[in-house]
């Protein structure tokens, strides 16, 4: 049988390679190739940027009010697509559908929603000099390159593409290899919403794709998601041409459990910032640390609820809640840091093992697991594993507990458990993270800044700052008397 095949999408309609180059894309729930895409071959690269560029002409020519509309127009479609988009992300990804329908597409319009009725707003200064005056545009970019994690693909290509059109700028985006329709999807509806052939370009391939982007002297900024090790190679390029970048990277994040804390409002946190996604989430608190007077109450509900409430199984099934890996490979990645945490001393309290799930067989499942007696020297306390792999840890006093936190490279999230109010602030203003929760963890809304400190990024996504980072400021100075020069 002939596997479906996705091609590069470039100003406004698919485009076929002339490389005959593809790459298989696997439904992680199955093992089965779904379809294959076509790498994007100099052709299909020379085509999107010389595409981008009438792209920009167009969009960067409209008003803001005018682009406004026309995402708005996005938005509305995105959600009246909502399930359909879903079940691709799903078929991709692994992830479970009762998820992909409420969070996926629906953050992802959400963010697209917020810059349309934000890019109104922008505006430039006017100063008197006396007599002479400037004033100042913010002007677009120009060509903006995004680059996609496989994690949550079509949330990713909005996240990035909606402040970036709605300043004006056009984007080429490249997602993963691995979950590759969820651009595509998004390219065909910003076309039927009426945003130009051109803004929004996809093209498809892995690593060496990306590496072409980031070197590119026609592409002045490089969004990039995915691996810290990813991220510096990104910069490293981008730095050729001094372009500007925003890294949204990996994180080891920390979760405080406090002993004033509600105990089944703490596992609830621990459990969706582990749990969620099968655990591929950036922002997961793999490190749980929870106060010793708590430790024993807090274990037994997290075993308890972890062992009766996940179920594995086919994605599509409404009921289910928890996937699979993304790949084989990774499940095998996620596998040996659970056999690390074993042979370094860590008590393996549940899970550690594959799983073949009735309805998914043939998926990269992985058991949601839970280690405790961890210490914070430990590989599995100290490395992003990017998989359903809890580590409990123990602790005495808040200023050791804040130290531990932040002994890290990384600094993507953190959060805590309390009812102390005054305990809360100072312990969130002293964490090393750019996300912070307090008795909640995982929302991220478009109005949210979200980013990370230390390696864990530069730059921020979402809330009304991201939208500066997406123009230039132009100044125009105005003469009003007769210039006097020396010459
Ligand atoms: P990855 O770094 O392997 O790949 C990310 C993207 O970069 C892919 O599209 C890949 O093809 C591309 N790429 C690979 N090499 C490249 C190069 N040299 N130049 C340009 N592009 C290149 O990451 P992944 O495995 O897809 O995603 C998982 C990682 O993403 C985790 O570390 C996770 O924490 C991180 N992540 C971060 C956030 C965040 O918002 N901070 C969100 C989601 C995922």
């Not at 065909?188 to 929004?200: D, L, N, Q, T």
């Not at 405790?372 to 808040?398: A, N, Q, R, W, Y």
């Not at 390696?455 to 105005?478: A, F, M, P």
Request: proline residues 4%; charged residues 20%; negative net charge.
């Amino acid at each position: 049988m002939t596997k479906p095949r996705l091609q590069n999408f470039i100003n406004g309609a698919p485009l076929a390679n002339d490389s005959g180059e593809t790459i298989d894309v696997i439904n992680p729930a199955t093992g089965e190739v779904i379809y294959e895409i076509e790498v994007a071959d100099d052709k299909v690269k020379t085509a999107a940027i010389e595409s981008a560029k009438e792209g920009f002409k167009a969009w960067a020519g409209m008003t803001a009010m005018e682009r406004s509309r026309i995402l708005l127009k996005v938005v509305a479609l995105l959600r009246e697509k909502n399930d359909e988009l879903a079940g691709y992300e799903v078929l991709d990804t692994g992830k479970p559908m009762q998820e992909a329908n409420c969070v996926d597409v629906v953050t992802g319009a959400d963010a697209i929603e917020f810059f349309a009725n934000l890019a109104p707003t922008q505006v430039g200064q006017q100063q008197d000099l006396g007599g002479d005056f400037y004033y100042t545009r913010k002007e677009p970019l120009g060509i903006c390159a995004g680059i996609g994690a496989w994690n949550y693909p079509i949330q990713i290509a909005c996240w990035k593409s909606a402040p970036a059109l709605a300043a004006g700028n056009v984007m080429i985006f490249k997602p993963s290899e691995e979950t590759p329709r969820g651009a595509i999807e998004l390219a065909k509806v910003y076309i039927e919403a009426g945003v130009p052939a051109g803004v929004f370009n996809v093209i498809l391939g892995d690593g060496d794709v990306g590496q072409w982007l980031t070197n590119n002297p026609d592409i002045e900024k490089v969004s990039f998601t995915g691996e810290v090790g990813t991220g510096k190679k990104v910069m490293q390029a981008s730095a050729a041409t001094l372009k500007d970048v925003t890294m949204e990277l990996g994180g080891k994040s920390p979760l405080i459990v406090f002993e004033d804390a509600d105990v089944s409002q703490a596992v609830s946190a621990a459990m969706l910032g582990n749990f969620y996604t099968q655990g591929e989430v950036c922002t997961n608190c793999t490190r749980v640390f929870v106060h010793e007077s708590q430790y024993k109450a807090f274990m037994k509900e997290l075993v308890e609820r972890t062992e009766q409430n996940i179920k594995a199984g086919d994605p599509m099934d409404l009921e289910v809640n928890f996937g699979a890996m993304i790949s084989k490979k990774h499940q095998y990645l996620v596998m040996s840091y659970i056999e690390k945490g074993k042979a370094e001393g860590a008590t393996l309290v549940t899970g550690g093992n594959t799983m073949t799930p009735a309805g998914a067989e043939g998926g990269y499942f992985v058991e949601p697991t839970i280690f405790t007696d961890c210490t914070d020297d430990m590989t599995i306390v100290k490395e992003e594993i990017f998989g359903p792999v809890m580590s409990v840890l123990t602790f005495k006093d808040e200023a050791e507990v804040v130290r531990r936190a932040n002994d890290t490279s990384l600094g993507l999230a953190a959060g805590l458990m309390t009812k102390d109010i005054t305990r809360a602030h100072r312990v969130i203003h002293q964490l090393e993270a750019g996300i912070c929760w307090i008795n909640t963890w995982g929302a991220s809304p478009a109005e949210m800044p979200v980013g990370g400190y230390k390696l864990s990024g530069v730059g921020r996504e979402n809330g009304i700052e991201t939208l500066d980072h997406y123009t230039q400021t132009k100044s125009v100075y105005i003469g009003m008397v007769d210039l006097e020069a020396p010459f």
